[in-house]
């Protein structure tokens, strides 16, 4: 996979995984899968192009976050106490990009993490800049790792599936629940008392 006609189509494909807010296959998974079925193709290359076009989804994720649940679903006390926190991550730069930028190295789901911080309306190169490298390296050890596999172990792809399911459902499940808790979660009665209650007034507007 290292014609222009092929990772143009590899970016698209993963670019709208991105998009998706859930319940989209991991874009390790699939990248995994072009390493293991096509393992004369370059890791390295395959990895950028993943990681590159993995974040433009994200930005747009995180866009539509924004501009559809911050504008139209929150009502004015969450929008009020989701403030709050842009607060706090705003002061602390270092701190969230080196948070994404840890979180980015790992498999775990990203589509959550864009959808919470786009309805912080904080700017998008907070996290996408180390959401992009810690994608990078990660895809290109996930690639890499598929493609020996392939060349040394005679494995069907296909016998790893049922276990990427279960991981795959029980995390979008597990995350859609954190996103939703962030969002109830009284965070000024968090940050000044260090104890955690819910949002009194959630009330759609």
């Known amino acids: 996979m290292n014609s222009a006609t092929e990772l143009a189509a590899l970016f698209l494909v993963v670019f709208a995984l991105n998009v998706i807010p859930a319940f989209a296959p991991p874009t390790w998974m699939a990248l995994s899968w072009v390493g293991f079925n096509r393992p004369l193709s370059n890791p390295f290359v395959v990895a950028f192009v993943g990681a590159l076009a993995a974040t433009a989804g994200r930005v ?6 924004h501009s559809i649940i911050h504008q139209r ?12 926190i842009r607060v706090v991550l705003d002061r602390h730069r ?16 990203s589509n959550y993490v864009f959808i919470a911080y786009g309805l912080t309306s904080l700017p998008l190169w907070l996290v996408t800049v180390p959401f992009f490298i810690g994608r990078c390296v990660s895809y290109s050890f996930f690639v890499f790792t598929a493609s020996v596999v392939s060349e040394h172990l005679d494995l069907e792809s296909s016998e ?3 276990y990427f399911g279960i991981y795959f459902v029980v995390s979008q499940i597990l995350f859609l629940g954190l996103v939703i808790m962030f969002t ?12 955690i209650r819910w949002l009194q007034n959630t009330d759609l507007p």
């Not at 679903?73 to 709050?84: G, K, T």
């Not at 270092?94 to 789901?109: D, E, N, Q, R």
Request: aromatic share 12%; net charge positive; proline share 6%.
């Open 160 to 162: 790893a599936q049922p």
């Open 184 to 195: 109830r979660i009284d965070w000024h009665y968090l940050i000044t008392a260090r104890r």
């Open 73 to 84: 679903f929150l009502s004015d006390a969450m929008r009020a106490n989701i403030e709050v």
């Open 94 to 109: 270092t701190i969230t990009f080196g948070g994404v930028l840890a979180y980015a190295f790992s498999p775990l789901p």
């Open 60 to 65: 747009i994720l995180a866009k539509l976050s």
